[in-house]
T-cell receptor, first 115, second 112 residues
Framework: GAGVSQTPSNKVTEKGKYVELRCDPI?????LYWYRQSLGQGPEFLIY????????DSGLPNDRFFAVRPEGSVSTLKIQRTERGDSAVYLC?????????????FGEGSRLTVL | GQQLNQSPQSMFIQEGEDVSMNCTSS?????WLWYKQEPGEGPVLLIA?????ELTSNGRLTAQFGITRKDSFLNISASIPSDVGIYFC????????????FGQGTRLTINP
C-alpha cells in the first residue's frame, strides 16, 4: 500500500520478554518517527531518524528501548525486559523531508499489551 | 516535559452545530498543527500553521496560530457525522527540532 505500514498490529507478551515492532515508511520518505500513545493520551515522541541515523532519541524512556533503521527505510523498535507500563500503542510516522515540520504521515500503530 | 493544555476534553453536539476547541502552552511554539484520530487509526494531519497570527482553512475547518505563539484554536463549521473522532493539537517548540508535543485530545461526539 501507499501508507506507513506497521507490524504486528497487536502484540501480547509477558512481563520480562523481548519485543520488536516494525515500521515500513512511505517510499521515498527520509524522516521516520516513533511515538507512543497511552490510553486517553496524545502521542508522545520517542525517537526520530533522518536517513539511517537517529537524529534525536531524547524521548526514549530508558535503555530498555532501542530503535534501528539500518538501510534508511524500514525501522524496528526494540523493547527489552518488557514491563506492564510499556503497554501502549506504538505509532510510526514518516515525512518526505526535514523542511515539512510536523507534517507527519502516521501508520495505524502496533498495540502492545504486557501481561 | 513540555505539555499542551487542550480543551475541552470532550464535546457532545448536534449535527450541524459549529465546534471550537483550543490549545495553550506555557512556552512559545514555532509550529502548530491539528490532527484527527479515529479508532484503530493513526492521527491524520488536518491543518499546519507556521506563522504567528496565521489563519488557515481546510474546507469546513479553520485554525489559527495565536499571535503570542502560545496558543491555537480549531473551528469546525456545520458539523457532520464523519467529523466524529479525537482532535489533537501538536506543536514544535524547539527551533530546528523535529519532535512534536501533542495535547491530550478533544473527543468529539455528534448526535444525528
Amino acid at each position: 500500500g501507499a501508507g506507513v505500514s506497521q507490524t504486528p498490529s497487536n502484540k501480547v507478551t509477558e512481563k520480562g520478554k523481548y519485543v520488536e515492532l516494525r515500521c515500513d515508511p512511505i517510499s521515498g520518505h527520509t524522516a521516520l518517527y516513533w511515538y507512543r500513545q497511552s490510553l486517553g493520551q496524545g502521542p508522545e515522541f520517542l525517537i526520530y531518524f533522518q536517513g539511517t541515523g537517529a537524529a534525536d532519541d531524547s524521548g526514549l524512556p530508558n535503555d530498555r528501548f532501542f530503535a534501528v533503521r539500518p538501510e534508511g527505510s524500514v525501522s524496528t523498535l526494540k523493547i527489552q525486559r518488557t514491563e506492564r507500563g510499556d503497554s501502549a500503542v506504538y505509532l510510526c510516522a514518516s515525512s518526505p523531508s526535514q523542511g515539512t515540520y510536523g507534517e507527519l504521515f502516521f501508520g495505524e500503530g502496533s498495540r502492545l499489551t504486557v501481561l | 516535559g513540555q505539555q499542551l493544555n487542550q480543551s475541552p476534553q470532550s464535546m457532545f453536539i448536534q449535527e450541524g452545530e459549529d465546534v471550537s476547541m483550543n490549545c495553550t502552552s506555557s512556552s512559545i511554539f514555532n509550529t502548530w498543527l491539528w490532527y484527527k484520530q479515529e479508532p484503530g487509526e493513526g492521527p491524520v494531519l488536518l491543518i499546519a500553521l507556521y506563522k504567528a497570527g496565521e489563519l488557515t482553512s481546510n474546507g469546513r475547518l479553520t485554525a489559527q496560530f495565536g499571535i503570542t505563539r502560545k496558543d491555537s484554536f480549531l473551528n469546525i463549521s456545520a458539523s457532520i457525522p464523519s467529523d466524529v473522532g479525537i482532535y489533537f493539537c501538536a506543536g514544535q517548540y524547539i527551533q530546528g527540532a523535529q519532535k512534536l508535543v501533542f495535547g491530550q485530545g478533544t473527543r468529539l461526539t455528534i448526535n444525528p
